[in-house]
């Protein structure tokens, strides 16, 4: 290939980062360790940063929303619901109490409920066709399920040091220990169901944060404002 026909998204001596992660992997698979002075700045590759800007982030998908409650114009039944709500505000104002009609807050999150979440049909038919696309969604599910139950069981330990009095003693550092290790236990299910090694998951996340503080400092402004496509 000359050079007026390579992509001018990645000019010559630019470094991919899909390929860095695999050449890091591979250094990991052969027992090769990265130097005891490399830095998370070394590792991360120098076209980060402006591939990180070009990444345009997605826009919420609103089309399974009923109609009338996004974007389009407002059908009778969402006229309805706005004009009970106006009428319900108006009151509010008037008594200084504002109340909500139960039965009515109940179907509208039915209404704005996926077929899905609630007709078991519905929902192993969805199954069917994630699995159709590759997914293993038996240990996806069994991952993401076991991360936030074993992640609140952790957490709650830590609750009851903070706001209960419970000690922080060698008893207790062996129980987030436990608990961490069934964290660890589900992320490795996760990776599984990815078809990718916990290896890989560590290194794009190094390179990310080394993109994301490249003075390898935390830093709030750098936190809270990330650049385009920084998840």
Request: charged share 30%; net charge negative.
């Amino acid at each position: 290939m000359t050079d007026s026909a390579k992509d001018p998204q990645n000019p010559v001596g630019a470094t991919d980062p899909t390929k860095q992660i695999e050449d890091v992997l591979k250094d990991l698979n052969t027992g090769t360790n990265l130097p005891d002075n490399a830095s998370l700045k070394d590792q991360a590759p120098p076209t980060m940063d402006e591939q990180i800007k070009k990444t345009a982030v997605p826009k919420p998908d609103l089309s399974n929303l009923p109609k009338g409650f996004g974007s389009e114009p407002p059908t009778p039944q969402a006229k309805k619901v706005q004009k009970r709500q106006q009428k319900k505000q108006k009151e509010a104002e008037k008594t200084g109490k504002f109340e909500v009609d139960l039965d009515n807050y109940l179907k509208f999150v039915d209404l704005v409920t996926s077929e899905e979440s609630k007709n078991y049909d519905k929902l192993i038919e969805r199954y069917e066709d994630l699995k159709t696309a590759g997914c293993n969604i038996a240990r996806l599910d069994t991952a993401a399920s076991g991360l936030v139950a074993e992640s609140g069981e952790f957490m709650e330990i830590v609750k009851k040091m903070k706001f209960q009095g419970k000690p922080y003693n060698e008893e207790n550092k062996e129980h987030l220990m436990i608990e961490l290790g069934d964290v660890l236990w589900y992320a490795a299910n996760a990776c599984m169901a990815l078809g990718v090694r916990m290896e890989e998951v560590i290194i794009r996340n190094t390179v990310k944060l080394a993109a994301r503080y490249p003075g390898e400092e935390f830093s709030v402004e750098k936190s809270e404002n990330r650049a385009d496509g920084d998840l």
